[in-house]
T-cell receptor, first 112, second 113 residues
Framework: GDSVTQMEGPVTLSEEACLTI???????????LFWYVQYPGEGLQLLLK?????DKGSNKGFEATYRKETTSFHLEKGSVQVSDSAVYFC???????????FGTGTSLTVIP | DVKVTQSSRYLVKRTGEKVFLECVQD?????MFWYRQDPGLGLRLIYF???????EKGDIPEGYSVSREKKERFSLILESASTNQTSMYLC????????????FGPGTRLTVL
C-alpha cells in the first residue's frame, strides 16, 4: 500500500542555516505530493505541493521537487528563520480518491 | 481563503462521557475528514465523508462515530470516552475539483481523565 517515510527529528538549526528534511514515498499510482506545516498550538497548513514528476513546489522560501526516479520529495530552504520553527509533515494523495497518507512529522527548532 | 473551524481548542472529559467534536467549513467542500494526531504516529484517519449523510471508515474507526447532516458540518462522536482517546483531533475538508488538497482546522486537544 501507499506510505510516506520522512526523516525523524527533532532538528535544531541556527538562524540562516540551510534546511533539508528528507521524504520518500511508496505509491501504487501517480500521487500528488505535499508538505504541510504545523506551528505550535495550531492545525496543519498546506506549505507546498507538486502534482507530477519533476514539478517543483515552492512557498515562503521553501522548495521541494517531485522526483519519481528516487520516489522522493525532500523539503529545502536556503536560510531558515526563528519563525520557521514548527513540525513539518510530508504527505501523498492518490489522484483517484481522497485518501491521504502522512509521514510522522519532523520537528524543527531554529535558534537565534 | 478556505476556513475550517472546530468547536473547541481544548476539551477535558471524564471516562465514559459522550463527547461531540464539531467541524464546520465555509467553502462548500464536498469532502470532510477526521484525523487524530499522536506523537510518533503522525496523522491517522478516523472517518471521512464524501457527501451529506454519507460516511466511510478510515484506518482507526473503533470507538468513534460520525454524523454529516449538513454539507458544511461534520461531527465526530466518542460514544463512551476512554483515556486512550486522549489526543489532538484534526478536521479537514477538500473539494471534488481539488480533491488532492486538504485544508485543516486548528485542532481540538482532547484530554480524557
Amino acid at each position: 500500500g501507499d506510505s510516506v517515510t520522512q526523516m525523524e527529528g527533532p532538528v535544531t538549526l541556527s538562524e540562516e542555516a540551510c534546511l533539508t528534511i528528507n521524504c520518500t514515498y511508496t505509491a501504487t499510482g501517480y500521487p500528488s505530493l505535499f508538505w504541510y506545516v504545523q506551528y505550535p498550538g495550531e492545525g496543519l497548513q498546506l506549505l507546498l505541493k507538486a502534482t507530477k514528476a519533476d514539478d517543483k513546489g515552492s512557498n515562503k522560501g521553501f522548495e521541494a521537487t517531485y522526483r519519481k526516479e528516487t520516489t522522493s520529495f525532500h523539503l529545502e530552504k536556503g536560510s531558515v528563520q526563528v519563525s520557521d520553527s514548527a513540525v513539518y509533515f510530508c504527505a501523498l494523495s492518490e489522484r483517484t480518491g481522497n485518501q491521504f497518507y502522512f509521514g510522522t512529522g519532523t520537528s524543527l527548532t531554529v535558534i537565534p | 481563503d478556505v476556513k475550517v473551524t472546530q468547536s473547541s481548542r481544548y476539551l477535558v472529559k471524564r471516562t465514559g462521557e459522550k463527547v461531540f467534536l464539531e467541524c464546520v467549513q465555509d467553502m462548500d467542500h464536498e469532502n470532510m475528514f477526521w484525523y487524530r494526531q499522536d506523537p510518533g504516529l503522525g496523522l491517522r484517519l478516523i472517518y471521512f465523508s464524501y457527501d451529506v449523510k454519507m460516511k466511510e471508515k478510515g484506518d482507526i474507526p473503533e470507538g468513534y462515530s460520525v454524523s454529516r447532516e449538513k454539507k458544511e458540518r461534520f461531527s465526530l462522536i466518542l460514544e463512551s470516552a476512554s483515556t486512550n482517546q486522549t489526543s489532538m483531533y484534526l478536521c479537514a475538508s477538500s473539494s471534488d475539483e481539488e480533491a488532492d488538497t486538504q485544508y485543516f482546522g486548528p485542532g481540538t486537544r482532547l484530554t480524557v481523565l
